[in-house]
């Protein structure tokens, strides 16, 4: 006898759609700058760093606020970004930031923090306008943002 299959496909309206979904599933565009990193949680420092380390960037990192001050005087002319958590010990993200925009007023920075945005407004950690991630946050979301932050 045989066997009959029958396949029932979906109309596609909009081809559109399906180019906005696949364009979404490639990996965010890397690049070759470089990154000055602050987090006190060693595994997520680690993390983090292999994560832009894998995209092409060059990855400096420190332990505290303290550390990414000493180490971005050492290497001033050579870093582009900062990623910064928001809460770290001897000096805070921000903390560290202000100093650091002080001898360069345009830097560019990404701010982490695992606290709610809640918590973060109310202890007035953040003006408005600066570019934040929540913690955990998700590779190509960070890859994203950090593109993003490095083209404007």
């Known amino acids: 006898m045989g066997t009959t299959f029958k396949l029932f496909l979906p109309l596609v309206e909009k081809t559109k759609d399906i180019v906005q979904k696949t364009a979404e599933l490639k990996p965010p565009r890397g690049g070759t700058e470089t990154v000055l990193l602050a987090e006190d949680n060693l595994t997520l ?8 380390e894998s995209s092409g960037y060059r990855v400096i990192a420190a332990e505290d606020g303290e550390d990414a001050i000493a180490k971005f005087r050492e290497h ?30 345009g830097i560019k920075t990404l701010f982490m923090s695992g606290y709610s945005l809640d918590i973060i407004s109310k202890k007035d950690m953040l003006d408005q306008g600066v570019d934040i991630l929540p913690k955990p946050v998700l590779s190509k979301d960070l890859l994203k943002k950090v593109r993003e932050i490095l083209d404007k």
């Open 45 to 52: 420092r680690n993390l983090t760093r292999v994560v832009l």
């Open 76 to 105: 001033e002319d050579a870093i582009q970004l900062l990623v910064f958590d928001l809460i770290m010990p001897k000096k805070n993200g921000k903390e560290a930031y202000e100093e650091i925009k002080k001898s360069k007023p």
